[in-house]
């Protein structure tokens, strides 16, 4: 059965206050409940590709505080299948389609959105969503250091929520990784071991038009213009393309370097010193490390090192964790694999609340999301966490490049070497709203 859309969160708590202020109202039971519009966040979704459309969207609508009111994307058929689904989950019709972002970032009725994009719009329009009054669930990494904690600045200018869309920190095993490890189960932490998939090498392609349902100029937006090849906007694609992202190190990266860097537990978050080699293809569409071999040293004096394995893409099996103290070792040879340790014993330690040094596990990113929303406190993956770990890994792609060891100062952040210095941020924006 089809129902008339709700009034916004906001709009509600509008309304029934002048409803206090004046006459008495009857409030049907339909809205005193959990479907309740003074208890629904409404949501609008920008980049409905494979991670916005089968993972944000669908474990969004499964939440019941979540009421999804907008999507738009590049490609106009995407922003149409996103809006027949959001329809048929919620029982509703009319989610608005938007083929430009900024008509979202306009509505009033949205409380929040979840942006989906490559990597090169994650912090630009992060920026423009808060500044448009919105809370903010992204995509990670950032595409340069500096843009971090642009990032960061932001979200405290506006008194935002913002969530990084990590999910690996509600995973158990990574979790019960961190806590053995800063529990001391492993004795002092010397030395952490990830292994990653390698990248992709993608040939180049000869130009052609691009799809009349896509918007080229919004879907490169502050990127350098570049006529449109056949599967430059592929997820595997875009990926191990500069102006859009920075490879598998970036991208498989997060899902391993944020664990081994809360393991770590250095002052300062990031590492102080980084070197390493790695293959940059040559005449070819990717233009990022697609191997690489990096050595990361904290203050606390803990060594990180950071290796590419395998065969390009996505692998479970080639994505390993290993943490080593000077009293036993743990270790996760597979993304999907279990827990080993050099004493059992170490597997059947429990800590409270009381007692942990680690945190509790967090519930998924969507559900924390929408709780600290309402609740406006920090979520499990803020900006500064977002900004410490890209920072880490970008550390990595420009040490590559300079082809020397670089040392990072933890205040300024800023490295020893001018050269290094000058791949902080991104080239100047192309004024792509004028085309649009």
Known sequence: MNHPPHPSRR?????????????????????????????????????????????NLKLFLNEPDARVVAVCDAYRSRAEKAARLVDERQGTRGCKVYGDFRRLLEDPSIDAVVISTPDHWHVPMCLMALEAGKDVFCEKPTLCIDEGRDLVAAVAKHNAVFQAGIEDRSLVHFHKMVEWVKNGAVG???????????????????????????????????????????????????RYISDYSKGALLDIGTHLADTAQLGVNAPGVCPVAVEGT?????????????????????????????????????????????????????????????????????????????????WPLPPSEHRNFLD????????????????????????????????????????TERFDDASANAMLGRPAPRDWSAQT
Not at 195 to 216: I, M, N, R, S, Y
Request: charge should be neutral; glycine fraction near 8%; include cysteine.
């Open 372 to 411: 600290c929303v309402t609740s406006r406190k920090k979520t499990t993956y803020p900006a500064i966490d977002l900004h410490h770990m890209s920072t880490m890994l970008h550390m990595g792609i420009i040490a590559i490049n300079v082809g020397r060891k670089l040392r990072w100062d933890l205040e």
């Open 278 to 358: 790695g293959h940059i293809p040559v005449d070819c569409e990717s233009d990022v490390p697609s191997t690489f071999d990096l050595t990361y040293r904290y203050a606390n004096d803990v060594e990180m090192t950071v290796k590419s394995a395998g065969r390009p893409g996505w692998d479970p099996k080639c994505c390993s964790l290993r943490f080593e103290g000077d009293a036993g070792w743990i270790q996760r040879m597979s993304f999907d694999g279990g827990i080993e340790a050099s004493d059992p014993q170490i597997l059947r330690q429990r800590y409270t609340p009381e007692t942990s040094k680690h």
């Open 188 to 238: 002092t932490l010397r030395r952490v071991e990830v292994t990653l998939p390698q990248g992709h090498a993608h040939p180049k392609e000869a130009p052609c038009a691009p799809p009349e349902d896509l918007d080229w100029n919004l879907w490169l937006g502050p990127a350098a213009y570049h006529e449109y090849t056949p599967r430059r906007t592929h997820m595997w694609h875009w």
């Open 11 to 55: 709009t509600f708590l509008k309304m029934v206050g002048g409803a206090v202020l004046g006459m008495p109202a009857i409030i049907p039971s339909r809205v005193l409940g959990q479907a309740a519009p003074s208890k629904q966040i409404s949501l609008g979704f920008i980049g409905l590709g494979a991670q916005g459309m089968n993972y």
